[in-house]
């Protein structure tokens, strides 16, 4: 069930630590910890006189992350920063992290190959599980309860909204027609019979027609843009002046959210952006690891100037 360290590659890892510019005994927090490859990169530049808080309301992923950064503590000894974990949404940082008290933020906004590749999270269609998607599998409706009991054209606006898929009310009324569905291989076959697979942005490998659906239900379950501009809206509260906010970004609409939340902070003088592009991967990088395409790294200083 505990997929190894080689599984999981943390995207744009020296771009992110290039821009949060961490300074040996500096406090600082990654709000998605995921298998802790920010982390444990970020924690071998603070030193012993360091801080680490990391966030992740994935039970699974939190685990995996103590354990690595024991491993870690082992390895590095009196060089191992102090470090906390918390099992909460990142949303909750702003009550669990003083003001004015981190000198570098770290959000990756995507979700984790772990999640990913296991079946029974049901995160993805290429292996059939159960169509559950809930980062934290001990709150909120599943997605099966959101397939099975939402109205229709509920399901062709989260559709539209969260997955930016044209077919949504295609989509929705196939969805109403075929339930009950019960699990990933179920509801891919569902859409797949109604709509062929769409050129990729790149035009380099089609899309399937499952695929903006999965993310729909994924963001709308888990409530993710309401929790990614929480955590953009408390970041120049918590940073120091100085202090570096570095976001990464997997679709259009949480870069949207992140670039117009620099901009903003750019205009009100308390964010100097690093960023006026996002960063992407290198053709090496993406060879390596192929869900890196996507990403969008953004970053940002926080000024003197006090938050309007």
Do not use: C
Request: charged share 30%; net charge neutral.
């Amino acid at each position: 069930m505990v997929p190894s360290s080689e599984r999981h590659v943390p995207v744009l890892l020296q771009d992110a630590i290039r821009y949060l510019n961490v300074r040996p005994g500096g406090t600082y927090a990654d709000a998605t910890l995921g298998f802790a490859g920010h982390s444990a990169a970020i924690a071998r530049e603070l030193g012993g006189q360091g801080r680490l808080i990391g966030f992740d309301r994935d039970p699974d992923a939190l685990e995996l992350a103590r354990a690595r950064f024991q491993a870690l503590s082992e390895e590095l000894g009196e060089q191992m920063p102090q470090w906390e974990l918390h099992g909460d949404p990142f949303s909750d940082m702003s009550r669990q992290i003083p003001e004015a008290s981190l000198d570098g933020l770290l959000a990756d906004f995507g979700v984790s190959s772990m999640q990913l590749d296991s079946a029974h999270r049901g995160f993805s269609f290429q292996a059939d599980g159960p169509l559950d998607m809930r980062m934290d599998p001990r709150r909120g409706p599943t997605a099966e309860q959101v397939v099975n009991q939402a109205d229709e054209k509920v399901l062709a606006d989260l559709i539209y909204e969260f997955g930016e898929e044209r077919r949504s009310r295609r989509f929705a009324r196939a969805i109403v027609r075929a339930r009950p569905i019960k699990t990933t291989a179920q509801l891919a076959k569902v859409l797949s019979a109604v709509a062929p697979a769409m050129k990729s942005e790149r035009g380099r490998h089609p899309i399937h027609p499952a695929t903006r659906v999965f993310q729909a239900l994924r963001i709308y379950v888990n409530a993710e843009l309401d929790e990614i501009q929480a955590l953009l809206q408390a970041a120049p509260r918590l940073l120091k002046p100085g202090g570096r906010l570095v976001v990464i970004s997997f679709h259009s609409l949480e870069d949207r959210l992140a670039k117009d939340a620099l901009r903003e902070g750019a205009r009100q003088g308390i964010f100097e952006v690093f960023t006026r592009k996002p960063v992407t991967a290198s053709e090496e990088e993406t060879d390596r690891n192929p869900r890196a395409r996507s990403a969008k790294l953004r970053a940002a200083e926080r000024t003197n100037k006090r938050q309007e």
